[in-house]
């Protein structure tokens, strides 16, 4: 398994993967297993990997067996979700850090493999993106569905995010979650 910052010719792989996975797109009796909820183009990732290096992933030999997406808030603020978020990153404060545009960033979606799972690869493709992204931000932001109870647990207990506060969108109820990038 190799974990790298995509380029444009990984961009099929991943959208293979984050397709499996996607909720207009997962078997119904696979949401109990988490899911992403936003979906993406090709031009998107090819924008994100080209803009921000921020798509990060997990191969082994051809096929993506993970992936992780990181960006900045300027990058994420076409969609309406996002651009919320910003609006509200001013009133949230974390370990004594006012979070911005400029100090924080955007992790996920993420997804894995089921076959991968329960193995290392989430805390290695985690710790990998993180790692890079620390290079530019001081501070992690992510959301997680409350309708996503496996996600919620595996950022929380398996890679010790803090919840910085809970808020309503569109109707649907979501953790926003966070951690500093240099641990």
């Avoid at 803090?162 to 500093?180: A, H, P, Q, T, V």
Wanted: neutral net charge; charged residues 30%; aromatic residues 14%.
């Amino acid at each position: 398994m190799i974990y790298k910052i995509a380029d444009l010719n990984d961009i099929d792989a991943t959208l293979k993967l984050h397709a499996k996975y996607q909720i207009d797109t997962i078997k119904e009796e696979d949401k109990k297993d988490g899911f992403v909820t936003t979906p993406f183009t090709k031009d998107e990732l090819a924008s994100l990997i080209e803009q921000e290096k921020g798509l990060f992933i997990a191969k082994d030999a051809d096929e993506v067996l993970a992936y992780v997406m990181s960006a900045s808030w300027q990058f994420w603020s076409k969609w309406a979700m996002f651009a919320f978020m910003v609006e509200d990153l001013p009133n949230i404060t974390y370990k004594g850090i006012q979070l911005s545009v400029d100090n924080s960033y955007q992790y996920g979606p993420i997804a894995i493999d089921k076959r991968v799972r329960g193995t290392k690869v989430l805390p290695n493709i985690f710790n990998f993106a993180l790692q890079e992204m620390a290079k530019r931000y001081d501070v992690l932001v992510t959301f997680v569905n409350k309708i996503n109870p496996r996600s919620y647990e595996a950022h929380k207990r398996k890679l010790g995010l803090d919840i910085l506060k809970e808020f309503e969108y569109n109707g649907n109820n979501y953790w926003e979650m966070g951690c500093l990038t240099k641990r």
